[in-house]
């Protein structure tokens, strides 16, 4: 059975790469928080509008995408802000700054939409992580490079509601007393056979956003010094550490070209495991 498809409850985590002892934290499943919005998915949401404009002579290009995780203390509610660059192409610049201002507003108009499919197939982070021209260019007997001008911009787009979780395929059913490692849980989905991201630096800490609650976070960035990937790579990894729990989000994504080369990617991520403060303990405590 691939690592994708496994149930991993994440629910012994272990502390000794978060403090300076041996000691575990361990989360009781009994007892869980309302789980942060998922930032991937909030991404895939827009990269799905991007991907679905289709304009004469135009090309889009993504030159990175950002996103967060984040409280809105003014109503105590969670949301997804994502940056996209963007790199519009076209003939003109009329042209250029009317697509650019289409695509905002389509941005905008699905960041607003009611409650989306809450399962997000594999299918949906193929088509926007693998299919999708993220460096667009002019097809082959088309306009050169030379005869187009080009507009960019960072947009700025909050999502606030649609929380879907990305789902692959069927997973088994969840064993309650399953558990594992969480820094094994993240290194052995990263050397998995369809995210290959492997080594990768973890950073895990214990933060309080709410009354009555931990979040068990963890930091991921490549190991290796000029590490670089194809975007699918990334996208299955991160999938891949949501489908294979039911407690954790993926809440921070950072994607942009490597610097050792520039047709492939690098990325930053950072994920949370929510519990109910008392519910995750040392074992010391026991």
Do not use: K
């Not at 012994?12 to 942060?36: F, G, H, K, N, V």
């Not at 299919?131 to 787009?157: C, H, K, M, Q, Y």
């Not at 010094?225 to 809440?251: C, H, K, N, W, Y």
């Amino acid at each position: 059975m691939s690592i994708r498809t496994q149930t991993f409850a994440v629910l012994a985590l272990t502390a000794a790469a978060c403090a300076s002892d041996s000691r575990s934290l361990q989360a009781r499943a009994s007892s869980p928080a309302p789980a942060p919005p998922s930032a991937l998915v909030a991404l895939v949401r827009l990269l799905e509008v991007v991907d679905g404009l289709r304009e004469p002579d135009t090309w889009v290009r993504l030159r990175a995408v950002e996103c967060d995780t984040l409280i809105d203390r003014r109503v105590n509610a969670e949301f997804v802000r994502l940056v996209l660059d963007l790199t519009v192409l076209a003939r003109d610049l009329d042209h250029a700054y009317a697509t650019l201002a289409r695509l905002e507003s389509a941005l905008q108009a699905e960041a607003s939409a009611g409650e989306r499919t809450p399962d997000v197939q594999g299918a949906r982070i193929e088509r926007t992580f693998r299919d999708l021209d993220w460096t667009a260019e002019p097809p082959s007997g088309g306009p050169v490079f030379a005869e187009l001008v080009s507009v960019s911009n960072s947009i700025r787009i909050e999502v606030r509601s649609g929380w879907g979780r990305v789902q692959g395929e069927e997973a088994d059913p969840l064993e309650p007393e399953a558990s594992l490692p969480l820094t094994e849980y993240v290194r052995r989905v990263s050397a998995g056979p369809e995210a290959g991201v492997a080594p990768l630096e973890l950073d895990p800490f214990v933060t309080h956003p709410w009354p009555n609650c931990d979040d068990v976070r963890m930091r991921i960035a490549p190991g290796a010094p000029g590490a670089a990937f194809d975007r699918f790579q990334i996208g299955r990894f991160l999938q891949g550490l949501e489908d294979g729990s039911p407690l954790l989000r993926v809440t921070h994504i950072a994607i942009h070209p490597a610097d050792t080369d520039p047709e492939r990617w690098t990325f930053e991520a950072e994920i949370v495991v929510r519990e109910t403060d008392g519910s995750l303990r040392t074992a010391g405590d026991r």
